[in-house]
């Protein structure tokens, strides 16, 4: 593992300098700290009530966004250990990868994204970025204003999976982990929050992530591939011992590789379930079978990340820190990968029921924002409701209402949406 002193002392600077701690406080390292501060976050605990791919609500097995985002900070750290970069910051970019996700996960996104248009648009890493140097309540500037949690400058660019604003954003296309089209622009910052996010990329030209972002974005895509394959085997929708090859490519192809053709997905498929784990009988809900599911997504995981770690040794990098390498993935990786992300994709995400239930959130979603709106400060929270007192026009007050609405677990945004409604209509009478 490379040392602290592989890290500079750019890498450990805060946007805003802190007092040192108390003398008989445990000592702990910058990025220690960052990790803590991320974890203790109210934004972090909410994640447990927040979309995956199907409602936390709905089955006490299935993931949610906590599940989720602790899976993929196992991952990240136990790569980045093995690579030789440090693995808290890695640990700590993955615990906070979806921290800007609104209610009812990419769903969500698609609304706010729609409806904030006037005040520059949103999309869940900038949300994230603005929740950890903004909305956050950790420390404050000389002017009393909160800068978040005010990570250091390495955590943070690690957290940066799309480095550049809205205005530089291409075209969005495919679909999300949860299946849900992929509508939104995808950028990393808003342009109130570019002073931040300038300092955090200073030194960096263009738009390339650090390897500790690097490895977070690989270990999410390895986590979900996995893990929805998992959560839908118990569920009782996938059988791994009978699957429909020709709709799962289409699937595939649909959603994630458009030119990947039938005999290079029956290679991946192939390799897949030469995977000694693999399944020869149809899962039972035993212990024994479950126990044999857990062997084979703790097979897989280490396979992807086994291949991205020695492809990367290959590429001949001498130093795993920040922007002096890049990870090497390898395309069959990438492949096996779209393959099991295709058989989750066909028999969970596809679902008449849950196509059906996505359609009322995005409806909830819409009006709770138009609620929010009309009430203002009454209807907000005291940090939103101080927020819409310093807005001074209309589009700084939407991106309130915008930050409130993201701020929201699926059953608050529920809840205050029914409150809402209630008032709305006592009031019209």
């Not at 390339?208 to 394959?229: F, G, K, N, T």
Request: with cysteine; charged share 30%.
């Amino acid at each position: 593992m490379e040392s602290l002193e592989a890290y500079d002392d750019a890498a450990r600077a805060r946007f805003v300098d802190e007092l040192p701690k108390r003398v008989d406080a445990p000592e702990r390292t910058p990025f220690e700290r960052d990790r803590a501060r991320v974890v203790h976050a109210a934004g972090f605990r909410r994640l447990a009530a927040k979309t995956q791919v199907v409602g936390p609500q709905t089955d006490d097995f299935v993931r949610n966004r906590l599940t989720h985002s602790l899976e993929v900070a196992q991952v990240a750290r136990d790569l980045a250990r093995a690579l030789g970069c440090h693995p808290d910051i890695a640990e700590t970019a993955a615990l906070a990868h979806d921290l800007g996700h609104p209610p009812f996960g990419h769903n969500g996104e698609r609304v706010l994204a729609e409806l904030s248009e006037s005040c520059g648009g949103f999309e869940g890493n900038a949300q994230t970025l603005r929740l950890l140097t903004r909305l956050e309540s950790k420390t404050v500037d000389e002017h009393g204003r909160s800068v978040g949690l005010n990570l250091t400058r390495a955590t943070l660019d690690a957290c940066a999976k799309y480095p550049w604003p809205r205005a530089h954003a291409g075209e969005p296309q495919g679909v999300h982990a949860d299946g849900s089209p992929r509508l939104v622009r995808k950028f990393g910052v808003y342009d109130d929050d570019k002073a931040v996010f300038s300092w955090l990329r200073e030194g960096v030209h263009g738009t390339r992530l650090c390897v500790e972002a690097q490895v977070m974005d690989l270990a999410d895509d390895v986590a979900y591939s996995v893990h929805d394959v998992e959560d839908g085997v118990v569920a009782g929708r996938i059988d791994l011992t009978r699957l429909d090859r020709e709709a799962v490519w289409e699937t595939v192809r649909d959603w994630y590789l458009p030119d990947a053709d039938d005999a290079e997905l029956g290679d991946a498929l192939a390799g897949l379930t030469d995977v000694p784990s693999w399944p020869s009988t149809a899962h039972d809900g035993s212990r024994a079978s479950l126990a044999a599911l857990k062997n084979l997504t703790s097979d897989l995981i280490g396979r992807f990340c086994g291949a991205a770690q020695s492809a990367t040794f290959a590429d001949g990098a001498l130093r795993f820190v920040r922007h002096e390498a890049d990870l090497v993935v390898p395309h069959r990786t990438r492949l096996e990968m779209a393959v099991l992300k295709g058989i989750a994709a066909h028999y969970v995400m596809r679902a008449d029921d849950r196509v059906a239930a996505m359609v009322r959130q995005r409806e909830l979603l819409s009006e709770l924002v138009a609620l929010l709106a009309h009430h203002g400060p009454d209807a907000l929270d005291r940090p939103f409701a101080d927020d819409w007192a310093a807005a001074t026009d209309d589009p700084a007050r939407l991106r309130v209402v915008v930050d409130q609405v993201a701020s929201l677990t699926d059953a608050s945004a529920v809840t205050r949406h029914e409150q809402l409604r209630r008032g709305t209509r006592r009031g019209a009478r």
